[in-house]
C-alpha cells in the first residue's frame, strides 16, 4: 500500500518523523481524490492501522530513516485488517446510507469535553481521543466517523459550534466539576452540538463536495 508515507524532519538537533497519507503518490488519477481525502485517509490509519500504534517504538532508530521507513512498510504490509478497511473506502454505488442525524450526533463527539486537574474542563479536537467510538453504528462506522473528522477539519471556525453550545449551557453545569458534572456538561453539549442548525448545512455540503469520492450515501 503505497497511500502513505513517512516524512522525517530535524529540529535543533532532534530528529523525527511523522505518518501520514499521501497525496502526491505516483498514481496521477487518484491525485483529485487522495487530496480531498487527505483527513479522511489520516483518520482511518490513525485509528485502525496497527502501525500507528507500532510506530512510537521506531522513535528509537532514528536517525536512520531507512530503517523507520523499513519497518513502517514492514507493519503496513502485514496489516491485512487494515487493508481490507482502507480499500472498502473506494467502493462505489454502495449500498450502505447513514442518516444526517446519525452524522451529527458522531461529529458532536470529536468535541471531546474532559477534566483538567481537579475542577477545570478542557476541549480538544483529535482523531483518536474522544466519545466516537463510544456510539453503536454499523459495519460502515470508521467511513461515517471519518467523513465527520474531514468536515471538522475543513471548517474555517471549527470552535465555533463548541462556544453556541457552551453559551447555551447554565453556567452551574460547570461548577464545582465532579465526576458527574463532568458527564452532565459533556452530553449537555454534546446533545446541542448534534442541533444545531449550522453544522447539519456545513455536513451535507460537505458531503456534496466529497460525494464522489465516499463509499456511503447520505439521507436527510
Request: hydrophobic letters at 40%; aromatic letters at 16%; a negative charge.
Amino acid at each position: 500500500m503505497d497511500r502513505y508515507d513517512v516524512h522525517f524532519g530535524e529540529q535543533e538537533g532532534e530528529y523525527y518523523f511523522y505518518i501520514a497519507p499521501d497525496s502526491l503518490t505516483s498514481h496521477a488519477a487518484w491525485h483529485p481524490r487522495d487530496t480531498a481525502m487527505w483527513a479522511f485517509d489520516l483518520y482511518l490509519f490513525d485509528n485502525y492501522a496497527e502501525a500507528a500504534y507500532e510506530q512510537y517504538a521506531w522513535e528509537d532508530l532514528l536517525p536512520d530513516t531507512a530503517r523507520v521507513r523499513s519497518a513502517f512498510q514492514h507493519a503496513l504490509g502485514k496489516d491485512t485488517a487494515f487493508a481490507k478497511l482502507y480499500q472498502r473506502s473506494f467502493r462505489s454505488g454502495s449500498t450502505s446510507t447513514v442518516l444526517i442525524d446519525t452524522l451529527m450526533r458522531i461529529a458532536a463527539r470529536f468535541y471531546y469535553l474532559h477534566r483538567t486537574g481537579t475542577t477545570g474542563l478542557d476541549l480538544h479536537l483529535c482523531t483518536g481521543i474522544n466519545r466516537v467510538k463510544e456510539l453503536a453504528h454499523d459495519g460502515d462506522g470508521p467511513y461515517y466517523a471519518a467523513f465527520c473528522y474531514q468536515a471538522i477539519r475543513d471548517m474555517d471556525d471549527p470552535y465555533l459550534y463548541y462556544r453556541k453550545a457552551k453559551e447555551a449551557l447554565p453556567d452551574s453545569l460547570y461548577s464545582d466539576m465532579p465526576t458527574d458534572r463532568v458527564l452532565a456538561a459533556e452530553q449537555g453539549l454534546y446533545d446541542l452540538i448534534a442541533e444545531d442548525i449550522g453544522l447539519r448545512e456545513f455536513l451535507l455540503a460537505e458531503y456534496a463536495r466529497k460525494e464522489p469520492w465516499l463509499c456511503f450515501r447520505l439521507a436527510r
